[in-house]
């Protein structure tokens, strides 16, 4: 079935079947959208048997051509979820992607022979598509946040919820991806600081949508090493428990009053996100 999303001069789609969510890819990439749909699927069960809500959701998997018709970021290969539902995520590995990796011949022997093995593709090269494919799952999480009525108090609050949702699913239900959803932002964290020129919380509230995509993307990554330790320390519960305390408190908090209640209520792991920032 096709099916046309904005003028009728735009490119069709293909429309997927076989899943209870909407779906659509460009021609020649089936397999791939049966993949990530039914990954994307199989993540917002799991989340919807922990806080009894489902967002509506949209997957658009799309190849270059397509990108610009229906994507709202620009830069081809980041996912991203849309005002209205749709979830849009790339068909192909990109230059995007592969920009990631650095000179193998230029870092730590132990760090190279990690990146290889966890992100070498089936063709043979190495590039963080793995990582980038699990963020499609990261970008479900702000459906469940903006379609389940949480007031999220902070932006970076509203990042590492998603980071959160999107490690204990795959730590739950697909373990044997975690490589691929840490050794990243592992490798990005333990870079020097004095790379980024933004690095406080307080900047990144400030500069959320007009940060350089690099230095946007190290807080990212701090975020999802924050999200790990936040599993580690309280298992599945400790979402369950950030859900309900967002759902409950709708005005806006205090700093101090927002660490408190993360502390006392949620776990002393994600407190710890502020506090030792």
């Given amino acids: 079935m096709k099916m046309s999303v904005h003028a009728q001069t735009s490119p069709e789609l293909n429309e997927l079947t076989g899943f209870t969510i909407k779906a659509y890819y460009s021609p020649g990439n089936e397999d791939r959208a049966r993949r990530i749909v039914g990954q994307c699927e199989s993540a917002l069960k799991y989340v919807q048997g922990l806080v009894y809500f489902m967002p509506e959701v949209r997957v658009f998997v799309l190849s270059p051509e397509h990108w610009k018709e ?3 970021f620009p830069l081809y290969g980041m996912p991203h979820y849309t005002a209205d539902n749709r979830l849009v995520v790339a068909s192909e ?3 995007f992607w592969r ?3 650095p000179p193998l011949d230029e870092i730590p022997s132990e760090l190279a022979e990690k990146i290889k093995s966890t992100y070498t593709t089936g063709h043979g090269s190495v590039s963080t598509m793995a990582f980038f494919d ?3 799952l990261h970008e479900l999480g702000h459906g469940f ?3 389940g009525g949480l007031t999220m ?11 959160i949702m999107l490690h204990i699913y795959i730590a739950e239900n697909e373990p044997e991806k975690l490589p691929a959803l840490t050794v990243f932002p592992d490798m990005v964290v333990a870079s020097r600081t004095s790379d ?4 406080s919380l307080a900047d990144f509230e400030r500069l959320y949508d007009n940060m350089d995509p690099e230095n946007y ?3 990212q990554c701090r975020l999802h090493v924050a999200g790990k330790d936040i599993y580690e320390g309280g298992g599945a519960s400790v979402f369950v428990k950030l859900w309900k305390l967002l759902k409950a408190h709708s005005s806006p908090l205090s700093d101090e009053h927002l660490v408190e209640l993360l502390n006392e209520a949620v776990s002393p792991e994600i407190a710890d996100v502020y506090r030792e920032w």
Avoid: K, V
């Fill in 134 to 136: 699990l963020l499609a």
């Fill in 153 to 163: 108090q902070r932006l970076w609050m509203q990042e590492l919820f998603c980071n």
């Fill in 217 to 219: 993307g190290w807080y």
């Fill in 70 to 72: 229906y994507a709202t």
């Fill in 196 to 199: 980024y020129e933004y690095t």
């Fill in 93 to 95: 590995d990109n230059d």
């Fill in 145 to 147: 946040h903006q379609q």
């Fill in 99 to 101: 920009s990631f990796i």
